[in-house]
């Protein structure tokens, strides 16, 4: 098995990982030995992993900072007064610490632990809901993922806002010729993906943001897909507030973050009450604590939080421009691979370098189910489905694609592989 970005660092010709539980001691740089998962077997075949986008794989350090925290330091947070609450809460700051300092954010305390991307988008919208009225507008786009649709569609029931959408082109952009006409003094929010999970287009989120500020408008981001694949830096964004998981970042699951400018933080309200996010109670009143604390109520993933630190360790290691350059040349590859099928559609950017590490597509003659059964039957993993975009699916005039991504530990191989697979399903099929 043998990691493509191995080579990127590797000497020239290099063509196996020889790294035994640990780096390349040719060229010391990472190697897939790192995540246990990618060394099993699949129905008899290596595991081809190409469903990062859903959720990355682990590597050895961040599931030993999990089980090392259990082991060594499990206690709550912010509330006990002995050795372990303070080693429990010096690691879930420091991930807070560790998490802002990635992202280029000036303050830790701008950085607010969820449970995912879904619980921090949540927030941002009902956080909000008290500087909205009837009538209000609020901003998406046609690729959103159901995480920044539903909780919109939900307040608008309850406030009696309007959503607009802007459209995407056939080539699987942001129509950005519409925004001057969708952008009005109505629109409050805009809420945008920084890249597609279903498309891979990357969006001009930072232009989109600098228009909407002329407006008066508050801007979010889901990077939900972005995080982890290339530089992500928050003030360069230009956004008000940033959503993203620690999952598919390579660290732990039930971790998120809502990342926000001062001047939102102090006016999102609470969502959810009780211990911890408040600083004085009584029988019939209450104050909160200062932000961050006042959006993390109860018992927060302090083991998550323990271990995502050991994810951002790893990426730092391989550099977030190693990582985008593989993930370009995967992302081309597996485009030109694809291309090379018949009667199968491709969606997105056909260029490589406007796309994050995926590419989603339509085989006319099996349906992505099938197909990603059949490609499981080979050890090939992708999704098959809405991928939780149906407006999306809608508009490509599709119930269902099916989706290669990619992480840090895919090489050219695994496209070959799919590509194999592909081929065996054809056969199956024909
Ligand atoms: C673009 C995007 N936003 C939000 C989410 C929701 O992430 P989570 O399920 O980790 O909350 C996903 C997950 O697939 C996603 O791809």
Avoid at 85 to 94: G, H, P, R
Avoid at 125 to 148: K, Q, V, W
């Amino acid at each position: 098995m043998r990691s493509d970005l191995h080579f990127l660092k590797g000497p020239a010709g290099a063509s196996a990982c020889e790294g035994q539980d640990g780096d390349c001691i040719r060229c010391g740089a990472i190697c897939v030995e790192r995540f246990p998962v990618l060394k099993r077997l699949v129905n008899g075949h290596r595991l081809v992993y190409l469903d990062s986008a859903a959720t990355a794989q682990k590597p050895e350090g961040v599931i030993a900072a999990q089980a090392r925290y259990y082991r060594r330091h499990n206690a709550n947070v912010h509330r006990g007064m002995h050795t372990l609450a303070s080693e429990a809460t010096d690691l879930y700051e420091t991930c807070r610490r560790r998490t802002a300092r990635f992202l280029g954010v000036t303050r830790p305390e701008q950085v607010i632990m969820t449970n995912g991307a879904t619980g921090a988008l949540n927030l941002a919208a009902f956080g909000l809901r008290h500087t909205l009225n009837p009538g209000d507008e609020i901003l998406l786009t046609e690729m959103e993922h159901h995480a920044n649709l539903v909780p919109w569609i939900k307040l608008a029931r309850q406030e009696g806002l309007l959503l607009r959408h802007i459209p995407v082109t056939d080539d699987g952009r942001l129509d950005l010729g519409a925004l001057p006409e969708m952008l009005t003094d109505r629109t409050r929010i805009v809420s945008l993906t920084h890249a597609s999970n279903v498309l891979g287009t990357i969006n001009p989120v930072a232009e989109i943001a600098a228009a909407a500020h002329k407006r008066g408008a508050v801007v979010i981001v889901d990077a939900a897909q972005s995080v982890g694949h290339m530089p992500v830096d928050f003030d360069a964004l230009g956004v008000d507030l940033l959503a993203f998981s620690a999952h598919k970042v390579y660290g732990p699951m039930g971790l998120g973050f809502l990342v926000g400018t001062p001047e939102i933080l102090s006016r999102l309200e609470p969502v959810e009450f009780g211990g911890e996010m408040i600083e004085t109670v009584t029988l019939d009143d209450a104050t909160w604590a200062d932000v961050p604390h006042r959006f993390e109520a109860g018992t927060p993933n302090v083991a998550a939080a323990a271990a995502f630190p050991a994810a951002l360790d790893l990426i730092e290691e391989a550099t977030l421009e190693r990582i985008r350059t593989h993930e370009i040349q995967l992302t081309g590859y597996a485009l030109e691979t694809l291309s090379a099928f018949d009667e199968l559609t491709i969606y997105g950017p056909d260029d490589p370098s406007q796309r994050g590490g995926l590419v989603s597509f339509h085989d006319a003659k099996i349906h992505p189910h099938d197909l990603a059964q059949l490609l499981d039957a080979r050890g090939v993993a992708v999704r098959a489905g809405h991928h939780c975009a149906q407006p999306l699916h809608r508009r490509l005039g599709v119930v269902a694609t099916a989706r290669a991504s990619f992480g840090l530990y895919n090489s050219h191989d695994d496209i070959d592989a799919m590509a194999d697979a592909i081929r065996y399903a054809r056969e199956v099929f024909a």
